[in-house]
Structure formats: C-alpha cells, structure tokens
C-alpha cells in the first residue's frame, strides 16, 4: 500500500495544534518555546504567539532527540541552532556518541571480566556453597583488568580480611562497602564480642563485581538479580541475563540517536532553505 503524502501544514499553527502533534500539553509548547528549544516566536499585537511550520519541525525533532540524548542534550542542541551556532550543535552530539561508544566497551570489558570473575568464585566455593546473603570471590583493584582477575585465586578462603583491606583489594572506599551491605548486596560475618566485619573469598569476590558492575552503569537493585544468580547456581547465568539487558538498552539508545539525529538534520535543512 502506497503511503499517503503528508499533507503541509498551515502557514499559521495555535498552540494546541502544535501540542496536538507532537502528543503534549499546550503548557509545554509554550515552555518549550520560552527555553529557547523552539524558534523565535511573533506574537500578534494582542500578544498571542504566531506558530508557523517550523515550529512544529522544530518541536519535533527536539522530541526525538530527547529520547536518544536525553532532555538536557537535546535542550542544549536546540538552542545552539537556534543561536546559528550549528558547529556546537553537531559537537554536543558527537560527545554523547562518544559517551556511547564508551558505555559499549565498558559492558563489553565488564562482561568479560565478570564471567572470569564468576569462573573463579565458583571454582573458590562451589555451586551452591556459597553463604546465605554474601557471596563473591577476591579481586584486585582497577577496573576488570586480567591482572585483578588473577588476583581471584590468590583471595584467602578464610574470613581475615578487614573492610578495609577488601576495600583496598578491590579498589573502592570502606564507606561504598558499607553502602552495599546496607542495600542487601554484601553480609560478611562479624567477629564475637567486637562486631568487627570479616570478609572471606566470597565476599571479595561479590564486592568485586559490584564495583564492575556499578561502573558499567547498573544500579544497586539491578545488581542484586545477578549476585543471587551466581550464589544459588554457581553459574554466570543472571549475568549474562543482566548484560544482555544492558546491551539492549544502548541498543535502543543508538537507534533513538540515530532517528532524532535525522529530524534535526532535517529541521536544519529546512530552516536554512526557508530563510534564503
């Protein structure tokens, strides 16, 4: 079936007919157009706002950045056309590209790493060995690298680490492994009569892909699934779930850059055509 063409729009647009396209309030039309994300706006001598086609280009292709680049971008983005700096534009979405890419790598070195890490720990406890709460094997400090994923083997099986040299091995503050057990992620045992904590092997290892995982950018109830995956099975198969996840996501991300990168090239063409 041949799609219809798309009929042009009036010369003159009222609020409403913007917000009716692009699916939103006429209050937020009128924001928009205050924040600068739309273009210049006349107003008749009453003072009513005088929309025209552009707008709603405008409007739209704002509306697809956001979803790719976020609300903050894609404010940024339009302003910067709107102030015929289109070099700062194009710059603010080469930077969150790049920061893309950069997510990418980290999840593909994260997962690499992890599934060593989750290899090793099971080789330290054995499935289902692990204690009822805790759980990880050692690691080194850094940030996945093979050298900390060595250092796995090399963890004590005893519980005789402090919270501070598990902080030290794994390359993060005492506080954050505070933070963790607090969440539910980490339960070293505690010494008689000082309430001191101890860590063992399980530990280590658990607080070890915490750290991988927050840097790769999941949050703390996210990494819960994972860690309960590994306890109970011995296997890495929560985590390959988790990263899995995690890909889709940028996957998503990129095909919602690529579609609000398009309007905007389009707006621009379009605004430049109209103005010669």
């Known amino acids: 079936m041949t799609p219809r063409p798309a009929r042009p729009l009036p010369k003159a647009l009222r609020p409403v007919d913007l917000a009716r396209m692009a699916g939103v309030s006429t209050q ?5 157009a205050d924040a600068g994300i739309l273009p210049p706006t006349p107003r008749t001598p009453s003072g009513y706002r005088r929309f025209a086609p552009v707008h709603g280009r405008a409007l ?4 697809a950045l956001a979803k790719g680049f976020g609300p903050d971008t894609a404010r940024a983005v339009m302003r910067a056309v709107h102030a015929d700096d289109v ?18 790598e980290a999840l593909r070195v994260t997962g690499e790493a992890l599934e060593a890490v989750a290899r090793e720990g099971a080789e330290v406890t054995g499935p289902g060995t692990a204690r009822s709460g805790s759980g990880s094997a050692a690691a080194g400090s850094g940030s996945g690298s093979a050298g900390s994923v060595a ?22 503050r005492a506080s954050a492994l505070r933070v963790w057990e607090s969440a539910g992620l980490l339960a070293p045992a505690r010494e008689r ?3 001191y904590r101890r860590y063992d092997a399980a530990d280590v290892r658990d607080a070890r892909m915490i750290s991988m995982l927050r840097q790769a950018g999941y949050a703390l109830p996210a990494i819960r699934p994972v860690l309960d995956g590994l306890r109970e099975t011995g296997s890495s198969e929560a985590l390959r779930a988790a990263l899995a996840r995690r890909q889709a996501e940028l996957t998503r991300r990129s095909r919602a850059m690529l579609a609000g990168a398009g309007l905007l090239d389009g707006y621009v063409g379009g605004a430049a055509a109209e103005e010669t």
């Not at 739209?60 to 509306?63: F, G, N, P, S």
């Open 60 to 63: 739209l292709a704002y509306r």
């Open 87 to 104: 070099p700062l534009a194009l710059a603010l979405l080469d930077a969150a590209h790049a920061e893309l890419h950069a997510s990418r």
């Open 193 to 195: 009569g000082t309430g």
């Open 28 to 32: 937020l039309v009128r924001d928009y």
């Open 151 to 172: 250092a796995v083997a090399a963890a004590p099986s005893r519980a005789d680490l402090t919270v501070g040299e598990v902080a030290a091995r794994v390359g993060v």
